[in-house]
């Protein structure tokens, strides 16, 4: 069974800092595009962050740029997310999703549009409130 398992969500006060991690099973990563979105209540889900399959290209959304900084570390089969200056709308569920590399040819471009991607984790929920 293919899984990826999101962990590394809670609550932070405004300006704190987290970091989340997609582990996977059942699948080698190095072959994967995977992207960070996340989901606010009653927003649509929307893309954070991705990176590439050797982690040589990365892309973030305005929102969040200069504030995470995504990781992998393909020997762990893990991608991580480090948040940083956490803000109260950075509040939302967050999911790593993993496509593959030859359906993702352009990062920058093509990794916020989820449909692209094939298996998706249950999520953590990250509060930020203080």
């Known amino acids: 069974q293919l899984h990826l398992v999101e962990s590394g969500g809670g609550l932070v006060q405004p300006g704190g800092s987290l970091r989340l991690s997609c582990a996977a099973s059942?699948?080698?990563?190095?072959?994967?595009?995977i992207g960070w979105f996340r989901q606010a209540p009653g927003k649509e889900r929307e893309g954070v962050s991705c990176?590439?399959?050797?982690?040589?290209?990365?892309n973030y959304a305005d929102s969040v740029r200069g504030r995470f900084t995504v990781s992998r570390d393909n020997a762990k089969n893990t991608v991580y997310l480090q948040m940083n200056s956490l803000k109260p709308e950075d509040t939302a569920i967050y999911f790593c999703a993993a496509a593959p590399r030859t359906r993702i040819t352009t990062v920058r471009t093509m990794c916020g549009i989820s449909p692209l991607y094939d298996y998706w984790g249950q999520g953590t929920q990250v509060t930020v409130s203080s």
């Open positions: 059942g699948f080698i990563l190095d072959y994967y595009v």
């Open positions: 990176i590439s399959s050797s982690g040589d290209s990365t």
